[in-house]
């Protein structure tokens, strides 16, 4: 998945390139996204748990015709978790991997944050072909993240953190919207997930000396399709021409 990173921006380059001027097909973009919790984690939520998400970014067009377009970008994203649940401690490098570690797994935490890069990819349809003045439409949001830092605060005032670069999955999203002018606005669902289980709930390595795993079952290296409820609500403005 790092590859996507290395795609799209050769093909901002080159479409920037070939363009008379780069901010004609330019895009400013935010979206704030709710997350319904995690039931395998959390078995029944109260009103302090919850997941959300919130995106800015820079999309440029890269095929445009009257009726379709389609854009590439990039972006920075920060996704918060609230529960009341343990994490994996192992994950941030405590002490060895043996009993002193898994003894100290079992710590509440109180909010998780991860900060992305992503890598968004948007396909427009217009029924009614672009208008001047609004246009609706159709369209897939394609989301792809490079996890960077991630940090938990823990009850106690204690406090996680970690610089890696992980890849922290694709989303595939489709919606509907309204284009008024330079400005457009929309709504996606998530309908597909596909991202490794995450290491600060699930246990992922081995333990030394052991033939078996232990912790949390051993997802190291699968993917997890699991999908709770996720809406997005976005907006752009477009900085160049408009039709």
């Known amino acids: 998945m790092y590859s996507l990173f290395i795609i799209s921006f050769i093909l901002l380059s080159v479409t920037s390139i070939r363009s008379q001027s780069f901010l ?11 997350e319904s919790v995690d039931d395998r984690i959390v078995s029944v939520a109260d ?10 970014g820079v ?13 590439m970008g990039l972006g920075y994203s920060k996704r918060l978790v609230q529960y009341d649940r343990s994490f994996n401690r192992c994950y941030f490098g405590a002490t060895g991997f043996g009993v002193h570690c898994l003894n100290e797994i079992y710590i509440p935490m109180k909010t998780y944050r991860s900060d992305l890069i992503t890598t968004p990819v ?12 609004w246009s609706p439409y159709l369209n897939v949001f394609l989301l792809n ?4 830092h991630r940090k938990v605060e ?12 992980e890849w922290e ?28 289980y995450d290491p600060v709930f699930f246990n992922t390595k081995k333990a030394e000396g052991l033939e078996d795993y232990v912790g949390d079952p051993p997802y190291k290296g699968e993917l997890n399709n699991y999908n709770p409820f996720k809406l997005w609500l976005s907006m752009g403005y477009r900085l160049g021409r408009i039709e």
């Open 59 to 71: 999309n440029k067009t890269i095929w445009e015709t009257r009726r379709w377009e389609m854009d």
């Open 169 to 196: 999955g694709l989303e595939v999203n489709p919606g509907i919207g309204i284009r008024f002018g330079r400005f457009h606005a929309g709504i996606n669902y998530r309908l597909l997930h596909f991202r490794p």
């Open 154 to 165: 823990a009850t106690g005032d204690r406090s996680e953190q970690k610089w890696e670069a």
């Open 24 to 34: 004609e097909d330019l895009t400013l973009s935010a979206s704030y996204a709710y």
């Open 47 to 56: 009103e302090g748990e919850k997941v959300y998400q919130w995106s800015v």
């Open 122 to 133: 948007n396909l427009y349809f217009y029924p009614l072909a672009k208008r001047e003045k």
């Open 145 to 148: 993240g490079i996890a960077f």
